[in-house]
């Protein structure tokens, strides 16, 4: 990824941190647009700014600063997410349409901004976006969550074929159970949450963030360069597994 230009949304932590690490280990210069500065950036040379995706106008000013900063764009990675448990009967309007606008809404935003700064320089880029296996299995209490990133898994087949003419590639991962701080608070704190994510996980383990990231990479380069419109799961083996309904 040397002399690649990419941004990274959501990358104060957890995933989104491990790919822009990555992303810079691998040469590239990174922009983390988050709403909250990385405690993690201070001499790796990556660059913040402050952003909230799902605001178009926050959306327009960042992309407008990378442009006036370093000229181009070759790599975004959509990663901002928002999670809100409830049962599906008492989920709130405002957490249902908030998780949209930061998990979904976003993506729609970023990507056409980068799609448009990628076409008006000639670029051959890549966007990769962050879906889930929720995209395809549910859990009850993550309703507006499974909406989002099946959403994503779509937007990102008609993103890829739009932009396949310009030679951009639009890709998706759906990570498994991740051992971040979110997976932390909601599954892996938790002996009989655990235990029942690793009876649904073959490979007996919850993922690394750096195990994603090297995707992420293999996406953002050449190394993929006729990889578009595909989402790689990433679970592992949960989803080739005959499940039973999970506790809720």
Not at 182 to 189: E, F, K, P, Q, V
Request: net charge neutral; hydrophobic share 45%.
């Amino acid at each position: 990824m040397l002399g690649k230009v990419a941004i990274v949304t959501g990358g104060a932590q957890g995933i989104g941190e491990a790919c822009a690490r990555r992303f810079a280990a691998e040469g590239a210069t990174v922009v983390v647009a988050d709403i909250r500065e990385p405690s993690w950036i201070a001499d790796t040379g990556v660059v913040y700014r402050r952003c909230d995706v799902g605001m178009a106008e926050d959306v327009s000013d960042l992309f407008a600063a990378v442009a006036r900063d370093h000229g181009r764009l070759d790599v975004l990675l959509n990663n901002a997410a928002l999670l809100r448990i409830a049962p599906f009967l008492e989920q709130s309007e405002q957490d249902f349409d908030d998780v949209i606008r930061v998990g979904l809404k976003s993506v729609f935003l970023c990507s056409q901004a980068a799609g448009r700064m990628m076409v008006e320089h000639g670029t051959r880029g890549s966007i990769v976006n962050m879906a889930s296996i929720n995209s395809v299995v549910a859990i009850p209490t993550h309703a507006a969550y499974a909406a989002a990133k099946g959403g994503i898994v779509q937007l990102t087949r008609a993103a890829a074929v739009a932009l396949a003419p310009h030679g951009i590639r639009v890709n998706a991962i759906g990570p498994g159970t991740i051992a971040t701080e979110m997976a932390r608070m909601n599954t892996l704190s938790n002996d009989a949450a655990r235990r029942r994510m690793l009876s649904r996980t073959p490979l007996g383990r919850p993922g690394e963030p750096e195990e994603i990231a090297s995707i992420a990479v293999f996406l953002a380069t050449d190394a993929s360069s006729y990889v578009t419109g595909q989402t790689i799961f990433a679970e592992g083996g949960r989803l080739a597994l005959n499940l039973t309904m999970p506790d809720t």
